[in-house]
């Protein structure tokens, strides 16, 4: 635990105009971000009496070791500086919404020639209209079916299309009159573009002039007597209808609007936000999250607007939002709002009428959603809370290891030979932490050094990443270099990446993870309390045996062993046998599974590239951009292989030299020509000699020259 007095700024240091503060713990990892009116007067606030200070606030400046801060000219500024660090950063003492899920929106793909419906998840495309978000998926592809019937949009995807148009022949939305069927010509890319702009219309809420025109064909129908017409278009105006009574209408004024509500306790807190838009209810999401610091509910309210908005721009930032109560002050944040939707944006709180009272709603809904979370949430925190003192009596450490790092070795019969990194803190899975190895340091199938080489390359990079950081002075230990343990050998799951971590600008050529002193994200930075490997004693050997040598004594090691789930300690001859009940032993399992999947993952992923690999690949300097031009112009490998140098040249972007080393390539790897029996004519199997041939047991391929078969013959 830190003193703040040892690291606290001289007096005169701090300046007393707007910013944004940073603090960070030892190692400069950023544990909370803030913005400040007045730096000097917020910073002092920290400072005083620990006795004074709100328990959560106190274990935040506790576990500090420096403070620093950066100096703008306006409080807006400061607000977008803040958001940004804290989606940079992810501080662990900031108030952070998080979705249980990501919500799906209505998507309309406005940018494609041809607009697709579709259900999207995820960040939000430039050209894409997005109605939403909704609660459930099924609800968007009701509502999608029921519109389809006026508004006979494309909801294919890109390959059915495509093989819709090569056919001819429309899938069975086309036959069926749900698709306007643009893949085989039945209307034109400009006609098609326009249902979907009604389509989006209609979504928008600008629902009357569609009935009406529908109603005045149905009319009109009836009157020239052609009754199935009539009766179509009734249907329609049905189906139009009962999409229309999926949202209510909740404000008669037809407003968009977001509305906000909070609910919260000592320790947490509940938000709720309805997305009204044409006067009904488009969309309900929450959150619900741990408050790390004293906090006021207007606090909560305007972080819970830069989550809403930090990411949004134009009409997905409402002309109203109404909350439960005002920032303070609440003029940046308006403004700042303001700025993301180009025009003027209303933030206040609903005194009467219907918005009050579906304020209330909102509010018994983020009441009801804080209740639930509670009842869930308690049995798990006292769970993982046991499970891992459990751990802590069982392996008999100094405290309770509040970060766990498993490790997992994963090949076939010897090939693809991989292993796994998987984390858990404070008895969570962090995705973000995980990492993957290729063991390149010997040949074959031996789990035991290959979990050495492992436990080697991660800790040989923690503690480089602590002498780098000053933590550590003594000399790194021989051999960093040349074992195969550089930075390129190790990697992450693309899909448990951490998105803070992916632009490849950020990086280092020589050292691809490793950050500056910034407090990003550094892979193999932060040391776990324990580690635990898949396996029984001799495993549990190796790792113990690579941390001795590293000189590290202080993480502790265990093994988990699959066919009794016994527990291996590297000094004990025996396991430690864990009751079957035991919260402790639940969570070891649910760790060492979880390094298995994600080896598994990781080898089956290696393999499946390795059986796909084609003799294109081994052309050195031929890009996948290049190979897939010389598939597309030539149909196949074999028509490839049998081209000319010079017709190989005509796919752009290949040269000469290249053609000839794509030639050489394939012929290379060229299959063997069937041997043939040249008195016979039958194809002789491999081994099998040829005793009519001039040369006894010389096979003649197919195809040899004219001149060397009549000798043979």
Same mark, same amino acid.
């Not at 721009?313 to 700042?336: I, R, S």
């Not at 994963?410 to 991989?418: A, E, K, N, T, Y």
């Not at 080489?453 to 990443?465: D, G, H, K, M, W």
């Not at 031929?622 to 049998?642: C, M, N, W």
């Given at each position: ?458 800790? @040989?990079?923690?503690? &480089?990443?602590?002498? +780098?950081? $000053?933590?550590?002075? !003594?000399?790194?230990?021989? /051999? =960093? *270099? ?121 080898? @089956?992923?290696?393999? &499946?590239?390795?059986? +796909?690999? $084609?003799?294109?690949? !081994?052309?050195?300097?031929? /890009? =996948? *951009? ?88």
């Amino acid at each position: 635990m830190a003193d703040p007095s040892s690291y606290r700024p001289k007096p005169g240091q701090i300046p007393d105009s707007p910013g944004v503060y940073r603090f960070r713990d030892e190692h400069r990892r950023v544990i909370y971000v803030g913005k400040a009116k007045s730096l000097r007067q917020r910073l002092a606030n920290y400072f005083q009496d620990l006795a004074g200070l709100h328990p959560r606030t106190r274990s935040m400046v506790t576990t500090a070791a420096s403070v620093e801060w950066t100096v703008v000219s306006t409080e807006v500024e400061a607000l977008q500086l803040e958001y940004s660090w804290i989606k940079e950063y992810d501080p662990r003492f900031n108030v952070k919404y998080r979705d249980d899920k990501s919500y799906p929106y209505l998507a309309v793909t406005m940018n494609e020639e041809f607009p697709r419906v579709q259900v999207m998840r995820g960040h939000k495309k430039k050209g894409v209209r997005y109605f939403g978000p909704y609660a459930h998926a099924w609800a968007i592809r009701d509502t999608v079916d029921l519109l389809l019937r006026v508004f006979p949009v494309r909801t294919c995807s890109a390959g059915v299309f495509k093989n819709a148009a090569r056919t001819g022949r429309p899938c069975l939305l086309g036959y069926i009159g749900k698709c306007a069927a643009p893949c085989v010509g039945r209307v034109s890319a400009e006609d098609h573009r326009e249902l979907a702009d009604e389509f989006c219309d209609f979504m928008t809420g600008r629902t009357g002039t569609y009935l009406r025109r529908l109603e005045k064909q149905m009319t009109e129908a009836a009157e020239e007597m052609e009754y199935e017409r009539a009766a179509r278009l009734r249907d329609d105006i049905g189906a139009l209808k009962k999409a229309m009574e999926k949202n209510a209408v909740v404000l008669a004024d037809a407003t968009d609007a977001d509305l906000i509500a909070v609910a919260e306790d000592e320790l947490e807190a509940a938000v709720q936000i309805f997305h009204v838009r044409g006067g009904r209810v488009r969309g309900q999401r929450g959150w619900v999250t741990d408050k790390v610091e004293e906090i006021t509910t207007g606090a909560l309210v305007e972080h819970a607007l830069q989550q809403l908005y930090g990411e949004e721009t134009g009409d997905a930032v409402p002309k109203e939002v109404l909350v439960p109560a005002l920032p303070d002050p609440v003029e940046p944040v308006q403004e700042w709002l303001t700025g993301r939707r180009g025009s003027g944006v209303s933030l206040r709180i609903p005194q009467r009428g219907d918005k009050r009272a579906l304020m209330e709603t909102v509010e018994r809904n983020a009441q009801q959603a804080l209740v639930l979370h509670k009842t869930k949430r308690a049995s798990d925190l006292t769970t993982r809370s046991r499970a891992l003192e459990e751990i802590a009596d069982a392996l008999d450490l100094d405290s309770a290891p509040l970060r766990i790092e498993c490790y997992d070795i994963s090949h076939l019969q010897g090939d693809d030979v991989v292993a796994s990194m998987v984390v858990f803190e404070d008895g969570l899975a962090r995705k973000s932490e995980y990492r993957r190895f290729q063991i390149k340091g010997f040949e074959g199938q031996d789990d035991v050094r290959s979990m050495h080489e492992v436990i080697t390359r991660r800790f @040989r990079r923690y503690l &480089a990443e602590k002498e +780098r950081t $000053g933590e550590w002075t !003594d000399e790194e230990p021989d /051999g =960093e *270099t040349g074992d195969g343990s550089g930075p390129d050998l190790e990697d992450r799951d693309p899909k448990d990446r951490d998105p803070k971590d992916r632009d490849p600008k950020d990086r280092d050529p020589k050292d691809r993870g490793l950050k500056d002193e910034d407090g990003r994200p550094r892979r193999f930075a932060y040391p776990p309390q324990l580690v635990v490997v898949d396996g029984g004693k001799p495993q549990v050997a190796a790792a113990r045996r690579a941390l001795d040598e590293l000189g590290i004594d202080d993480i502790a090691v265990c093994g988990l062993a699959k066919r009794l789930e016994e527990v291996w300690l590297p000094q004990d001859d025996d396991p430690v046998v864990l009751p079957r009940s035991s919260e402790g032993l639940y969570l070891l399992q649910r760790v060492r599974d979880e390094a298995h999947r994600f080896a598994i993952t990781y080898q @089956r992923s290696k393999r &499946a590239k390795r059986f +796909r690999a $084609g003799p294109l690949d !081994d052309v050195p300097g031929l /890009g =996948e *951009t290049r190979k897939q031009a010389l598939i597309k112009h030539f149909g196949s490998v074999k028509k490839l292989r049998a081209a000319t140098i010079d017709q190989i040249r005509e796919v752009p972007g290949i040269g000469r030299k290249t053609a000839e080393t794509i030639a050489v390539a394939l012929a290379r790897a060229a299959p063997p020509a069937p041997a043939v029996n040249t008195a016979t004519g039958e194809i002789i199997e491999e081994g099998e000699p040829d005793t009519t041939a001039g040369s006894p047991g010389e096979p003649v391929p197919a195809g040899a020259p004219e001149e060397r078969r009549g000798q043979e013959t």
